[in-house]
């Protein structure tokens, strides 16, 4: 079910742009003030966000929009895709308009704002509603102590996450929508983007400690399917699943280091059906990112690691599973090096691992295992303004190359049709462009 | 089980409660001087009173706080000249 849940948003969960210039308006800030190399946060981006996008500074009269581009796109994998990489699309060496997004937010009053994305989808042609975020913070004094806080309602577990190792904001920030991705994921991994309805309050005391708790529900196929999400094959939550993230972010000089949990967790119908009760599932993250953020040398490492405990036994029943148990182990490690604000070089290792279960997973294998190193290197060259015609262009070039060890449970062979791991290894060049 | 009618409630409850506290609130949470490397002296010819957020006579757009002229931090950004 996670991988059909995958599946099935797929089009509509790559990577959304951030980075906005609408907030570059807002605050009279450049794009690097918030970002390292956009759109990863810096500390003073993280404390934006958890503001409620409402800070201000900025002269900007008009009104409150952005628009990202992700045009055009290059993908080359090591052998073709038999039958095409998507629906219009050839075998291999595709170019794409990959996205293009219109944003609005910021702050709405001095505590209340927020980030709104919607999305036209190139690949698979079709638009939707994107990742939302909309917030009410406020600060107080208490004996002495700052103390943040806010409530936040969005769509997608960690979307209003500020460190970038959670899901939805970790690396790559952008990939390419024509590659082929591993088919097992964790439930806390974007299976639910867009899909539900999320109230999670937060407290973030002396800029060190940081709290937060809530919980999400499932939309109804009716509002899906307005926002433009197909709500075939999910497997919706029952009743509220609980998230949490607790984190520890201590600032000395140009260091920032931030070590934390996160997790979810809930009951769920099999692809919809409940003639066998519910599914369940925990999703426990660890993660910890250090920036160090000289001037003209940023260095930004992040770990996160997630275990999920999947109850199936209701799957079982249906048929849908072999295993009444299963479990996934997720790695997702990466370490950059910007130069100047302009020049970004990242590395990483990308694993998932877990127990065989051939029905679940559906694959030939029946193993959910997949590795990847991942490497790019990307130009940024408006971080600190854009031209004098549009200060707030940003841009974002880059050339990604994804090598596969394995793939769905396999170096060699992992379909059954005599497809190696390394046949998916993928160059993506990309133009990212947001103004 | 936690309906969403309660979850709302209940955070309508926490909001009003902290909203109407004892403590006093900012009108706009501005960022803290840690998180921007806030210095008390200048970096070179880079001071907070050269920046295009200092509010004289001590005070920042974007930065909370009392904020020394002669200051400096990492989100600097100068002031445009005229030409």
């Given at each position: ?26 605050t009279?800030q450049?794009?690097?003030t918030c ?8 500390p003073f981006g993280r404390r934006f966000?958890l503001g409620?996008?409402?800070l201000?500074g ?81 600060s ?8 943040l ?58 800029d ?228 | ?28 949470p501005k960022i803290s001087k840690i998180a921007v490397?806030h ?21 920042c757009k974007v930065v909370e706080g ?7 931090c990492?989100i ?8």
């Amino acid at each position: 079910m996670v991988a059909l849940a995958a599946l099935l948003g797929a089009g509509f969960l790559s990577r959304p742009a951030a980075s906005l210039p609408l907030y570059a308006r807002q605050t009279g800030q450049p794009c690097a003030t918030c970002h390292t190399a956009f759109w990863e946060l810096n500390p003073f981006g993280r404390r934006f966000k958890l503001g409620g996008y409402t800070l201000g500074g900025g002269d900007w009269k008009g009104p409150p929009f952005a628009v990202t581009l992700q045009a055009p796109t290059y993908t080359h994998t090591e052998a073709g895709q038999t039958g095409g990489a998507a629906p219009h699309f050839g075998p291999n060496n595709n170019f794409a308009f990959q996205q293009v997004s219109l944003f609005t937010g910021g702050r709405i009053t001095d505590n209340l704002g927020a980030f709104i994305q919607g999305t036209y989808d190139g690949v698979f042609r079709s638009f939707a509603w994107d990742n939302v975020d909309i917030r009410f913070a406020n600060s107080v004094n208490v004996d002495g102590h700052n103390l943040l806080w806010g409530v936040t309602a969005n769509n997608s577990p960690t979307v209003q996450d500020v460190w970038n190792t959670t899901p939805v904001w970790s690396f790559p920030f952008i990939r390419s929508e024509l590659a082929p991705t591993p088919t097992a994921k964790t439930f806390i991994d974007l299976v639910y983007a867009q899909q539900v309805a999320g109230l999670t309050g937060y407290a973030f005391l002396d800029d060190l400690f940081y709290l937060e708790f809530g919980g999400y529900r499932p939309l109804s196929n009716n509002t899906q399917k307005a926002l433009g999400i197909n709500p075939t094959g999910q497997s919706p939550i029952n009743g509220v699943a609980p998230y949490w993230r607790v984190a520890v972010e201590p600032n000395f000089g140009d260091h920032s280091w931030e070590v934390g949990t996160f997790g979810l967790a809930s009951k769920v119908f099999p692809i919809g059906l409940s003639g066998a009760g519910t599914d369940s599932f925990t999703d426990i993250g660890i993660d910890t990112q250090y920036q160090y953020l000289g001037d003209p040398h940023t260095v930004t490492a992040r770990v996160a690691w997630i275990h999920e405990n999947h109850n199936t036994s209701a799957s079982q029943t249906l048929g849908l599973a072999d295993n009444s148990n299963n479990q996934l182990r997720f790695l997702n490690a990466t370490l950059s090096y910007i130069y100047d604000k302009t020049w970004s070089f990242t590395g990483g290792r990308m694993s998932i691992g877990g127990t065989p279960d051939a029905t679940l997973y559906g694959t030939f294998t029946g193993s959910p295992n997949s590795a990847n190193w991942i490497s790019e290197i990307a130009y940024l060259p408006f971080m600190r303004g854009g031209p004098s015609f549009w200060p707030w262009l940003n841009a974002r070039i880059g050339l990604q190359y994804i090598r596969w060890d394995k793939f769905d449970g396999a170096s060699t062979n992992f379909n059954g049709a005599g497809r190696n791991a390394h046949a998916n290894n993928t160059i993506f060049g990309y133009v990212w462009i947001a103004f | 089980m936690v309906s969403r009618r309660s979850l709302l409630q209940g955070s309508t409850a926490a909001v009003g409660f902290l909203a109407t506290g004892r403590y006093p609130a900012e009108a706009q949470p501005k960022i803290s001087k840690i998180a921007v490397n806030h210095q008390d002296h200048p970096d070179g010819d880079e001071r907070c009173d050269n920046c295009i957020q200092f509010q004289p006579p001590d005070a920042c757009k974007v930065v909370e706080g009392s904020i020394s002229p002669q200051g400096f931090c990492r989100i600097f950004v100068p002031k445009r000249t005229p030409t």
